[in-house]
């Protein structure tokens, strides 16, 4: 474990209720993972179950965390991103409450200050969401 729940707020810039992820696992130039507990009274979780959304978003925040980490270790502050697009998404199932997600994003291209990732989130082993992110770093 490399960033645990308590300190991931130094390494992403979001803040309670929108945080969407709990530790950062692994990080290198190429993979990033994370994990999530999801509460049953996380703002996006509707009928018992998160959202597409959450997990759309559980996937920029693991980028966020991932390049936040490496930006740190380079440069000393983390920079701020945005998700400029998504695409090639496609949903398997949705996590319930009360689950632990795992989240791998393998940065595929950089342009400049434009990185295209590839992200995928995991209950159990099972795949639940995969998609492509443009995010524009600042």
């Known amino acids: 474990m490399i960033v645990k ?3 991931i707020a130094d390494i992403i ?3 309670p209720p929108f945080v969407m992820i709990d530790n950062l696992i692994e990080v290198s130039e190429s993979r990033f993972e994370s994990d999530f507990f999801i509460d049953e009274d996380n703002i996006l979780v509707r009928s018992g179950s998160m959202e597409e959304s959450g997990l759309i978003e559980n ?5 966020a ?3 936040g980490y490496l ?3 380079k440069e000393g502050e983390p920079r701020i991103g945005f998700i400029g ?3 090639k998404l496609e949903l398997f199932e949705l996590p319930l409450a009360h ?3 795992h989240t791998i994003v393998t940065p595929t291209h950089q342009l400049g200050n ?3 990732v590839k992200g995928e989130n995991y209950c159990n082993g099972r795949k639940l969401l995969e998609c492509e992110i443009k995010i524009v770093v600042t």
């Open 85 to 87: 697009a998504v695409s």
């Open 13 to 15: 810039p979001h803040r």
């Open 99 to 101: 689950s632990t997600i």
């Open 59 to 63: 996937i920029a925040q693991t980028c």
């Open 114 to 116: 434009i990185f295209l």
């Open 5 to 7: 729940k308590e300190r």
């Open 65 to 67: 965390a991932g390049f």
């Open 71 to 73: 930006d740190r270790e």
